[in-house]
């Protein structure tokens, strides 16, 4: 059972179902419509404050904890989070945008396509690693973000986060009743409700809206019990995709390999971009932190020894579908289990269709702790109303922000069609991964108070020299995918900004634990992938990007901004027990 705070660290408890505007709007901001006026006056200044304000790891670990009352429960260990790490990503990419990508742009080479993201995907679990055994918050990369780069560049990446929550979990449930569909059978999309909506929307799926429900249930029952029923399905899983990968090899025809290159290296990296979605659930372990036993050991074995094996199973897994069937044959909506009907073997469809169920409620299920936990963290922070970071008594889960993520989840799963869901999706996971290598770049090279005023300058232009760059190769590549001139000027610059890093800056802090290999090196190749991968993406999922960047800019200038300036400064107010603790410790005897 969560344990509760002591009585010198917070108000007595109060029932944990309670509504009052305190829990939502508790800022003076927002206590009368002439703060919130006055509020608005000021937000010039607000917005200068808050731009350059940053956290510490101290807040992010520890003080901002207290906003939930009580504590979660920490019963995970490295073989928990291994498996978490199964559960989170194996069963939405592989078992659902396989297929798609294969017969709509990388054609046979979409192994190599799994090679591009996973390459990438390692780069930003590095990173990751380093900052979840640094600051082991629930908040995931908005903590580390909060703690680096400040608030604002902290909340557009939680909103980003919070779109890829629940975007994600409406394409992984949409996707769970077209495998249920097959393995009942039926014609593709019969479960589902037609309607005369626009096209992308006309087809309504209340399937997917059940499941999201039922496993966000079990999620907000006990954090244990998941992992335990997280186990069993992912060992199923794990079962079928070895009989996937041995049966397809055995059934395999290397002629269904020609051609290799059918929409040439653009359709390659262009799938590339939008299967990074199948990597995108290994954020999920980071959330994990103020739940797991051990956090310095076993969140590097669990990233990292999750990602490694899963990246060979990808590829392994795409490369056997391609050599069961011919790319232009393969189903877009199930196509392994189609691949396997149409090699003569019509029992495996059943085999194929339930494991993938199994992969994708794993999904699900991990995916409603990690994002419950995502918004919990956010909430303490006065982002969003602080009720949303309650921690439940007795089940130690954040009811209020699972409810949050799954009745949002549920809407869209509800509407909106697979093919719209996931290059909006993949802007989002890849941009929130952008953002985690260029903080850690700024984490090793700048402590406030420490670093000269010159070698801050230094490091930002050498961080601008390598956005930019990145950006030019990737613009390059989709306005001259056979040119190469202006490589010769955006990958030296790149080069050379990197180098430059390398050569003129100090490191200022080193990590106590674990710590990214290569710096500034692979950093700044993460960025460089990150935003190439981007770049691949086709103009409409940049729209949709773009249309809810403002929306939550909105939202940020008209609450979050004036939320977030209230809370700092009640916090000033109080004094820091980490602060004091550490300065007792200090003291000595």
């Known amino acids: 059972m969560a344990s509760k705070r002591d009585s010198d660290e917070a108000e007595p408890q109060r029932g944990y179902w309670r509504w009052s505007k305190q829990d939502f709007l508790p800022e003076e901001s927002f206590q009368s419509w002439n703060n919130y006026l006055s509020a608005l006056s000021q937000t010039r200044l607000r917005f200068k404050d808050r731009l350059f304000s940053r956290s510490d790891d101290a807040t992010e670990t ?7 009352e009580h504590d979660m429960n920490r019963c995970l260990n490295w073989w928990d989070l291994i498996w978490f790490g199964f559960g989170a990503v194996i069963g939405a990419g592989i078992f659902v945008l396989t297929g798609q990508e294969a017969h709509n742009h990388a054609g046979s080479a979409i192994v190599l396509s799994y090679v ?4 990438s995907a390692m780069l930003s679990v590095f990173c990751y690693t380093e900052f979840a055994v640094e600051v082991p918050s629930a908040g995931g990369s908005f903590a580390y973000l909060r703690v680096e780069l400040g608030d604002f560049v902290a909340f557009i990446t939680a909103a980003n986060i919070l779109l890829e929550s629940v975007i994600g979990s409406a394409a992984v449930a949409r996707s769970w009743t077209s495998y249920f569909t097959s393995l009942l059978n039926r014609p593709k999309d019969s479960l589902r409700i037609k309607t005369n909506l626009k096209e992308g929307y006309n087809l309504l799926d209340p399937i997917a809206s059940g499941v999201l429900v039922i496993a966000s249930v079990i999620t907000m ?34 002629s269904n390999l020609t051609p290799f290159l059918p929409y040439g290296a653009k359709g390659v990296f262009q799938a590339a971009a939008i299967l990074y979605f199948a990597y995108g659930g290994f954020d999920s372990i980071a959330t994990m932190a103020e739940e797991t036993k051990k956090p310095s050991r076993d969140i590097p ?12 199973i990808y590829c392994l897994m795409a490369l056997s ?11 877009t909506g199930a196509a392994f289990s189609v691949a396997f009907e149409n090699v003569g073997m019509k029992w495996a469809k059943y085999v194929v269709a339930f494991g993938a169920l199994k992969g994708m409620t794993t999904v699900l299920l991990v995916g409603r702790l990690s994002q419950a936990r995502y918004i919990t963290h956010i909430a303490r922070c006065h982002m969003i109303p602080p009720w949303f970071a309650l921690v439940h008594p007795k089940t130690g889960t954040p009811i209020n922000a699972t409810l949050l993520i799954t009745i949002t989840s549920v809407i ?7 093919d719209v869901l996931s290059g909006l999706i993949s802007v989002s996971t890849l941009f929130v991964f952008m953002m985690i290598s260029l903080a850690l770049l700024v984490r ?11 070698n801050l ?8 020299l390598i956005v930019a760059s990145s950006m030019g190769i990737s613009a390059y590549w989709g306005l001259r995918p056979n040119g190469w001139f202006g490589y010769t000027v955006t990958v030296p610059v790149w080069f050379l900004a990197t180098l430059g890093m390398s050569l003129f800056l100090t490191q200022q802090r080193v990590p106590r634990v674990w710590g990214v290999p290569l710096v500034p090196w692979l950093p700044s190749m993460s960025i460089a992938t990150n935003i190439f991968l981007m770049g691949s993406l086709e103009s409409d999922a940049f729209i949709r990007f773009g249309v809810c960047t403002v929306v939550m800019l909105i939202y940020y200038f008209l609450f979050g901004l004036h939320a977030t300036y209230d809370m700092a400064h009640q916090q000033e107010k109080l004094p820091s027990k980490v602060e004091f603790s550490e300065t007792v410790k200090n003291a000595g005897p």
């Open 301 to 312: 074995i669990g990233l990292v020894g999750s990602m490694s094996m899963i990246t060979v």
């Open 62 to 68: 520890e003080e901002l904890k207290k906003q939930s």
């Open 321 to 331: 579908l391609s050599m069961m069937q011919k790319y232009t044959d393969i189903d």
């Open 444 to 454: 090793r090279y700048y402590v406030r108070g420490v670093t000269p005023r010159e």
């Open 457 to 464: 300058v230094k490091l930002v232009i050498f961080l601008v």
């Open 221 to 254: 029952i006990s954090t244990r019990k998941t992992s335990f029923l997280n186990w069993i399905a992912s060992a199923i899983n794990t079962t079928v995709i070895i009989f996937v990968i041995v049966a397809g090899f055995f059934h395999s025809d290397t």
């Open 116 to 119: 591009a993201s996973g390459f």
């Open 412 to 418: 869209i799963a509800f509407f909106t069609g697979l």
